[in-house]
């Protein structure tokens, strides 16, 4: 069955968050927890559906991807891509990429630990370059991490 995108709605905010820690748990296991469950389940709630830019994946009716997407001062931004680990290596991170794309003005940014090889390689393969590199002094994980950018003009999925 093909997966439905949509716009997330305030009844979706605890499969969302379900989203997010579940990822995080199985892809990201060195970086260190910034936010307990309980709260990160507040949080999409309370702050990131009503914020806008949220796009869920769903499959048989339950959400198992979500985009987040941002624009701030000539820039556009992927916040937050995650899909369930069961999920994962069946098209739909690029499904939910090549969606975002098709609205986001260039150029396009999102961070990376740089210690995520999956999610390197990922955006690698979808035009993304990475133009910086930190030493996790700037996120809350204190995690070094890759700023990547999809520029005007460059290749991308759309």
Not at 39 to 51: D, K, N, Q, Y
Not at 77 to 94: E, M, R, S, T
Request: proline fraction near 4%; charge should be neutral.
């Amino acid at each position: 069955m093909k997966p439905i995108l949509r716009k997330a709605m305030k009844s979706d905010a605890a499969a969302v968050a379900e989203v997010l820690i579940a990822s995080r748990q199985a892809f990201i296991p060195y970086a260190p927890i910034a936010h307990g469950a309980s709260e990160v389940r507040t949080w999409v709630e309370g702050v990131l559906i009503p914020s806008g830019g949220v796009t869920v994946a769903c499959s048989s009716a339950a959400v198992v991807g979500v985009l987040v997407t941002s624009q701030a001062d000539g820039v556009s931004w992927i916040d937050q891509l995650y899909v369930l680990p069961g999920f994962v290596g069946k098209g739909l991170g690029a499904l939910l990429l090549r969606h975002g794309l098709v609205s986001l003005a260039r150029p396009v940014r999102l961070y990376s630990f740089q210690a995520n090889a999956g999610a390197r390689r990922f955006y690698e393969r979808h035009g993304f370059r990475a133009v910086a590199f930190g030493d996790g002094s700037m996120n809350e994980e204190r995690c070094p991490d890759v700023l990547y950018e999809l520029a005007a003009g460059g290749e991308d999925a759309a």
